[in-house]
């Protein structure tokens, strides 16, 4: 029995043919450099997009919750929220910002004003993969100032 060694192939000049292998790792890794670069501009753009809508509900909320009813009696002056009021002062807020639809807007309790938005995200890069966008929602609950 003969072992078989392997052997890597010689050139004439006696050295390693392993030309064009140096040349294909290359290309392979700046494939996945390029690959993880997108991945990466999309996964930030998708995070800044939820940040606004963040911040749009927050606005929203806070403009809600100035839009109580106050009413002055024998004991005090008491606010109190409404629907109606917390919804007009969301709408108003989400018109002016423009980054976001108002989906939802009232009190839940007369004290605090709870407003829900969206907004569609579009991938700027990899947008093959959602061409119709992703819905982004955000939920903020404030509460008035004035009890």
Same mark, same amino acid.
């Given at each position: 029995? +003969?072992? $078989? +060694? #392997?052997?890597?192939? %010689?050139? *004439? !000049? *006696?050295r =390693?043919? =392993?030309?064009g292998s140096v040349l294909l790792l290359t290309l392979g890794y700046a494939l996945l450099a390029i690959a993880l670069v997108l991945v990466c501009v999309d996964a930030t753009s #998708?995070? #800044? +997009?939820?940040?606004?809508? !963040?911040?749009?509900?927050?606005?929203?909320?806070l403009a809600g919750a100035d839009?109580? +009813?106050l009413t002055v009696s024998g004991?005090?002056?008491?606010?109190?929220?409404? =629907? =109606? *009021? %917390?919804?007009?002062?969301?709408?108003? /807020? /989400? !018109?002016?910002l423009g980054t976001a639809q108002l989906v939802e807007a009232g009190t839940p309790d007369g004290v605090s004003a709870r407003v829900r938005v969206a907004t569609v995200w $579009?991938?700027? %890069?990899?947008? %093959?993969?959602v061409p119709n966008g992703w819905t982004i929602e955000a939920t903020a609950t404030s509460r008035t100032a004035l009890r």
């Open positions: 029995m +003969t072992a $078989h +060694t #392997l052997r890597p192939r %010689v050139r *004439g !000049d *006696g =390693d043919d =392993d030309e #998708l995070y #800044l +997009t939820q940040k606004r809508a !963040d911040a749009a509900a927050d606005a929203a909320a839009g109580f +009813t004991a005090g002056a008491t606010a109190r929220l409404t =629907d =109606d *009021g %917390v919804y007009a002062q969301a709408s108003d /807020i /989400i !018109d002016a $579009h991938p700027p %890069v990899l947008s %093959v993969f």
